[in-house]
C-alpha cells in the first residue's frame, strides 16, 4: 500500500518532529490534538526508540480501530520500533520505519515505511508511506480507513509545525566537538589511590590525579560518558551518532533532558580543571575545549545502535574501544 502527502514543512523541521523520542514526549502528547497517543518505553539513540502506540477504540475514529484490526490479524501488536535513517535512500531525504513486533518482541509480518523529500520547493516535503503486509491484496474493507489514517497523520505534523512544537524538536539535541587537542589526547581524571602504575605519567591537579589518554582507538562520546560517571552523573544522554548516522570520532550528541542540564555545571568545572592540568603535563598554551553547537559531521552510512563502550587501563594510559557498526573496528578520533 502506497500513499503521497505533501507537508509544508522543511525537510530539516520534519525530521525533527519525526523522531519517536520527539512524539513520545510529555509536551506532545499534552498539545498535540491526534487520537492515537504514544508512550516511550525505550530510547535507543537519535531518531531510534521502542514506542507503544495506543488509541480511542471508538466509532468516533473508526480509522484507528480498523488500522488496529488489520495490524492484530497480521500478528502484529501496539509495540512499535521506530526509526529514522538520515540521508538515505539518497542524501538529502531521510527515511523511517515503524515496524510492529509480537508478543514475544519478535517483528511480526506488518511494517510502516516512509520517505521524506523535497521536490523544487524547500518549503514542502514530500512523504511517501507504505505499509508492509503479510498478504498478496489489500482487503477492500479496510482502504477507506487506511486513506483516513494516513490523513490524520498528516494532520498530527501539521500540528506539529506549530513555532512551539518546532522550537522544541530541533533543540532537543546539541552536538558537542571537541577541538584543539594540539599536543595528543585529552587526560582522564581519577581519584587519588585509585590507580598506582599509571600515576607516574599524569599530574595532580584539583584534588585529581588527570592520566593521559590512548590516541589509538579514542572518541570523544565515550570520554564524555566517562566524566558523566566520574561525577555520578547520568551518561545515557551522550550518543556517537544522530538519527542512524555516526558522527566523527571527536564529535558527540548530547540530548539537552533535565540529566544533562542537571550536570552541566559540574562538568564545566572539571573541564575547566582539565585544561589546566593538561597544559602543565603537555606544555605550551593550547588545551583541548568543548565546542556546543557546530554541523555534525558524519563518517559511513547509516548503522545500528552501538554495543556498549569498554574501558580498559593498559601501561600508562588508559584506552576506549567502541564497536563500529558490526565489525567492531576502531577509529582513531581526528583533531581538528
Avoid at 582539565?274 to 605550551?284: I, T
Wanted: aromatic share 10%; with cysteine.
Amino acid at each position: 500500500v502506497k500513499m503521497q502527502r505533501w507537508e509544508t514543512i522543511t525537510l530539516e523541521q520534519r525530521l525533527a518532529v519525526g523522531r519517536p523520542e520527539f512524539q513520545a514526549s510529555d509536551f506532545v502528547q499534552s498539545t498535540s490534538l491526534s487520537p492515537l497517543t504514544k508512550r516511550l518505553i525505550q530510547h535507543l539513540s537519535p531518531g531510534d526508540a521502542v514506542v507503544q502506540w495506543s488509541g480511542p477504540a471508538t466509532k468516533s475514529f473508526p480509522e484507528i480501530s480498523a488500522f488496529r484490526a488489520l495490524c492484530m490479524m497480521a500478528g502484529a501488536y501496539d509495540i512499535i520500533r521506530m526509526t529514522i535513517w538520515r540521508d538515505f535512500p539518497e542524501p538529502g531525504q531521510f527515511s523511517g520505519f515503524c515496524g510492529h513486533f509480537g508478543r514475544e518482541m519478535v517483528a511480526a509480518d506488518t511494517a510502516l515505511y516512509m520517505i521524506c523529500r523535497t521536490v523544487g520547493n524547500r518549503s514542502q516535503v514530500l512523504t511517501e508511506s507504505y505499509l508492509e503486509l503479510p498478504w498478496p491484496t489489500l482487503p477492500e474493507w479496510c482502504k477507506p480507513f487506511l486513506c483516513n489514517f494516513f490523513n490524520l497523520q498528516k494532520q498530527h505534523i501539521a500540528d506539529l509545525a506549530r513555532p512551539e512544537s518546532l522550537s522544541l524538536a530541533e533543540s532537543l539535541y546539541v552536538v558537542a566537538s571537541l577541538r584543539s587537542c594540539v599536543r595528543g589526547p585529552p587526560l582522564v581524571p581519577f581519584h587519588r589511590g585509585e590507580v598506582d602504575e599509571v600515576a607516574r605519567a599524569g599530574v595532580e591537579l584539583g584534588g585529581y590525579l588527570w592520566v593521559p589518554a590512548k590516541h589509538d582507538g579514542f572518541n570523544f562520546p565515550s570520554y564524555l560518558r566517562h566524566l558523566l560517571r566520574f561525577l555520578s552523573l547520568q551518561p545515557e544522554c551522550v550518543f556517537d551518532r544522530l538519527d542512524g548516522r555516526q558522527v566523527a570520532p571527536y564529535q558527540a550528541v548530547i540530548m539537552q533532558g533535565p540529566e544533562w542540564r542537571s550536570g552541566q555545571a559540574a562538568l564545566s568545572l572539571l573541564l575547566r580543571t582539565h585544561r589546566a592540568a593538561y597544559r602543565r603535563l603537555r606544555g605550551g598554551k593550547g588545551a583541548p575545549k568543548v565546542c556546543m553547537g557546530l554541523p555534525p559531521h558524519f563518517v559511513g552510512g547509516c548503522s545500528e545502535a552501538p554495543q556498549p563502550a569498554t574501558v580498559t587501563e593498559r601501561n600508562t594510559f588508559v584506552e576506549w574501544a567502541e564497536e563500529v557498526g558490526s565489525v567492531g573496528r576502531r577509529r582513531a578520533a581526528e583533531y581538528p
